[in-house]
């Protein structure tokens, strides 16, 4: 069992920054791919990227390539999300997931999910 809580989310001017922690709890943590997703109103929900277990490898979608990046600690169970040139269109709920591998975060798949943090992107 693994429990996903984010944090980080926040107001931000475009052209800021912010930076997104998914904290987990449970000893697999680090067995598992991590991604992040997030959902405007009135929107599906975006895949956004996904890192590996081991941090090795990370995806990420084209409208956040060159501003986002992912990291995780797997000696604190932390995966991160550093945000960067942020724009309005990046406003949205973030959640991170967890999968067994980021084949299935790519199709959307997860085993676990977290409540999201708001994003907020003043133009």
């Given at each position: 069992?693994?429990?996903?809580?984010?944090?980080?989310?926040?107001?931000?001017?475009?052209?800021?920054?912010?930076r997104?922690?998914?904290?987990?709890?449970?000893?697999?943590?680090?067995s598992?791919?991590?991604?992040?997703?997030?959902?405007?109103?009135?929107?599906?929900?975006?895949?956004?990227?996904?890192?590996?277990?081991?941090?090795?490898v990370?995806?990420?979608?084209?409208?956040?390539?060159?501003?986002?990046?992912?990291?995780?600690?797997?000696?604190?169970n932390?995966?991160?999300?550093?945000m960067n040139?942020?724009?309005?269109?990046?406003?949205?709920?973030?959640?991170?997931?967890?999968?067994?591998?980021?084949?299935?975060?790519?199709?959307?798949?997860?085993?676990?999910?977290?409540?999201?943090?708001?994003?907020t992107?003043s133009?």
């Amino acid at each position: 069992q693994v429990q996903l809580v984010e944090s980080g989310g926040g107001l931000v001017q475009a052209g800021g920054s912010l930076r997104l922690s998914c904290a987990a709890s449970g000893r697999t943590f680090s067995s598992y791919a991590m991604g992040w997703f997030r959902q405007a109103p009135g929107k599906e929900r975006e895949f956004v990227g996904a890192i590996s277990w081991s941090g090795g490898v990370t995806y990420y979608a084209d409208s956040v390539k060159g501003r986002f990046t992912f990291s995780r600690n797997n000696v604190n169970n932390t995966v991160y999300l550093q945000m960067n040139s942020l724009k309005p269109e990046d406003t949205a709920v973030y959640y991170c997931a967890a999968a067994p591998n980021v084949r299935l975060l790519l199709r959307g798949t997860y085993d676990y999910w977290g409540q999201g943090t708001q994003v907020t992107v003043s133009s």
